[in-house]
């Protein structure tokens, strides 16, 4: 058998954050050597607790969690409590897991991790960028150690889904998303539109977890919430951004259409704070320092979400 791709994912769990980690755990190709966790979807102290409640209901207490960044970088900004729960994981008032978080910071993880798999490593970040920019001012070196960086964030049309162009992951850290995509000199994102334009149907998603697996029965559970909240505000698809971007970091080879294209972050504009602007017609000569997913094999992404919740082998 090949040798396993070591996975490290930078998260904030989250409904949508514990589907891409159950993905990305049932998948046989990929290593997960650790989970760095910041604020996001929810404080802290919550998406540290979520992150080792999954790793124990999936049977993965092997994986490190180790938690970082709990707040953004300069700004304050709002989490997204009305749509995960004011716990992240639905307020179903899940007991906590029985380790604890590892003493080592995030940021720090991240760079030992990147020596450790030096020329391999599959960096995924799934939430707000702040750990991998702390990372990054400690050492401007990491991207040279980072195999495939991808980033679940931005809306590269200006169809935002938090203010009218601005994506969650990217507008709770502006600034921590600047460091980044200025550091890396290529970053592939799955965006908000992407996500929209691969939304799942709700009556497909309730099929799957009304399966008798001990995952799909947990994944019901924490995501009734955010799944009704979603049928009441935005009809028949649920939208699962998360899965979506682990679905082409773990199999690339799905992904039907991309575009290269140059991006930068947008921090100042009174309207547009936070807005990932994408120069689709190469007007500023600088370089296409990103590979946006545009379209994704819809059966094989639903195979990957399947086979995390037990459904199929």
């Not at 070591?6 to 891409?20: F, Q």
């Not at 995960?84 to 910071?105: I, K, N, Q, S, T």
């Not at 960028?129 to 590269?156: C, E, H, S, W, Y």
Request: with cysteine; aromatic share 8%.
């Amino acid at each position: 058998m090949s040798k396993k791709i070591p996975l490290l994912i930078d998260t904030d769990p989250g409904v949508d954050d514990a589907l891409a980690l159950l993905m990305a755990f049932a998948d046989e190709r990929h290593d997960v050597v650790g989970l760095t966790v910041a604020a996001g979807n929810v404080g802290l102290d919550y998406t540290v607790r979520n992150a080792l409640k999954l790793c124990e209901v999936a049977g993965r207490e092997d994986v490190p969690v180790f938690a970082g960044a709990p707040d953004p970088l300069v700004y304050p900004a709002e989490d997204a409590a009305h749509v995960h729960g004011r716990d992240g994981f639905g307020d179903v008032e899940l007991p906590a897991a029985a380790r604890a978080v590892e003493a080592e910071h995030a940021a720090l993880a991240i760079l030992r991790l990147s020596h450790q798999h030096a020329g391999e490593l599959l960096l995924v970040a799934l939430g707000p960028l702040t750990n991998i920019a702390l990372a990054l001012k400690l050492d401007p070196t990491l991207p040279q150690r980072v195999k495939r960086f991808l980033v679940m964030g931005g809306a590269i049309t200006g169809h935002g889904n938090i203010t009218p162009v601005a994506e969650f992951n990217i507008a709770f850290d502006p600034e921590a998303a600047h460091i980044v995509f200025t550091a890396f000199p290529h970053i592939e994102v799955a965006d908000w539109e992407a996500t929209v334009a691969h939304g799942l149907l709700h009556r497909n998603v309730e099929q799957w977890l009304a399966a008798d697996t001990d995952k799909a029965r947990f994944y019901e559970l924490i995501s009734r919430q955010t799944r009704l909240w979603s049928e009441d505000s935005r009809g028949e698809y649920w939208y699962a951004a998360d899965a979506l971007a682990m679905a082409w970091a773990l199999q690339p080879e799905g992904a039907t259409k991309v575009e290269r294209r140059p991006l930068a972050i947008e921090m100042a504009g009174g309207r547009t704070r936070g807005a990932t602007v994408v120069d689709w017609n190469r007007q500023t000569g600088a370089a296409d320092n990103t590979t946006l997913l545009i379209g994704y094999d819809r059966e094989r992404f639903e195979r990957q979400v399947q086979r995390a919740l037990g459904l199929v082998s």
